[in-house]
């Protein structure tokens, strides 16, 4: 399983930006995928994730901003981020489950920048 992000960028408070992932290797559609992120000298944290029957679960930090959809006829995965604010600022991964409850499946990264 490979996943691969794109859309990060550079944007000003209040900005928004939409993230894409897109998965193949998987040989059904339910798998979860979500988003982390991680800051300089910062943990690890989860963002989002969306199960394979759609539903949504958002850590607290970005409820009511950003939105995780997906598309799974295309294996793709969307992360839209409202009402950026500095402390958005992060190299956010999309995730992917392993065929259990864990996210095995790592892309590399795409940097966010709020400013």
């Known amino acids: 399983v490979q996943l691969v992000e794109s859309g990060g960028g550079s944007v000003q408070t209040g900005g928004s930006l939409r993230l894409s992932c897109e998965a193949s290797?998987?040989?059904?559609?339910?798998?979860?995928v979500g988003w982390f992120r991680q800051a300089p000298g910062k943990e690890r944290e989860g963002v989002a994730a969306i199960a394979g029957d759609g539903r949504t679960d958002y850590a607290d930090s970005v409820k009511g901003r950003f939105t995780i959809s997906r598309d799974p006829a295309r294996n793709l995965a969307y992360l839209q981020l409202n009402s950026l604010k500095p402390e958005d600022t992060a190299v956010y991964y999309c995730?992917?489950?392993?065929?259990?409850?864990?996210?095995?499946?790592w892309g590399q990264g795409t940097q966010v920048t709020v400013s």
């Open positions: 995730v992917g489950t392993d065929g259990g409850a864990d996210f095995g499946y």
């Open positions: 290797g998987y040989t059904d559609r339910r798998y979860c």
